[in-house]
């Protein structure tokens, strides 16, 4: 696939209801190594934590990885997802175990003028790094909505402040995306 094309994926964080996720415009050759950058932006995450590509090819990971993974900086996105309908599945911190599932939407030509990677749209804030997973991202939630659980002030001083599980900022989302 020409670096003249554009894949459109669909970022989609399992294990959470309501969904969390993230459309997004990514070079056909782009990296898997650069790739965990771009979700790691988009989802908002801090990259803290080791993360592999589980592919129809193999797992990808980083190199130096005791974990036997093959080397994701070889890999661009189009040799594992070429076609709309591939799935891969890219999981984040081993620990809280943040599974996300990759679905390669449109192969689409790159519009002159227009930057990639980028967030097309999306629903919902990521949660908090090192939160417990799907799972202790539903009882942080359930912490902070009621102003009487024992965890409340806790964990709202843990994340600096009110957290709202609704809110998407894909205009900060695109500008963090440029930078890199």
């Known amino acids: 696939m020409p670096a003249d094309f554009v894949l459109q994926i669909k970022v989609t964080l399992a294990d959470i209801r309501p969904p969390i996720w993230r459309r997004l415009q990514v070079p056909a050759d782009l990296t898997l190594d650069r790739l965990h950058l771009v979700i790691q932006t988009a989802m ?36 594992v997802a070429p076609a709309v309908g591939d799935q891969i599945t890219y999981t984040y911190d081993f620990g809280d175990d943040w599974v996300h599932r990759i679905e390669t939407e449109k192969i689409l030509p790159k519009e002159p003028g227009t930057a990639y990677p980028r967030c097309v749209t999306g629903r919902r804030a990521c949660p ?14 359930e912490a902070i909505a009621d102003p009487k659980h024992e965890q409340h002030e806790e964990l709202l001083e843990w994340i600096g402040g009110p957290f709202r ?4 900022d894909i205009e900060n989302i695109n500008k963090l995306l440029t930078a890199q």
């Open 44 to 79: 908002g995450w801090e990259n803290y934590h080791m993360h592999v590509f589980a592919t129809p090819a193999g797992d990808y990971g980083r190199r130096d990885s005791e974990l036997g993974h093959r080397d994701e900086r070889k890999i661009p996105l189009y040799v």
């Open 128 to 141: 908090p790094e090192d939160c417990g997973g799907p799972w202790g991202y539903a009882n942080f939630l």
């Open 165 to 168: 599980p609704d809110y998407l």
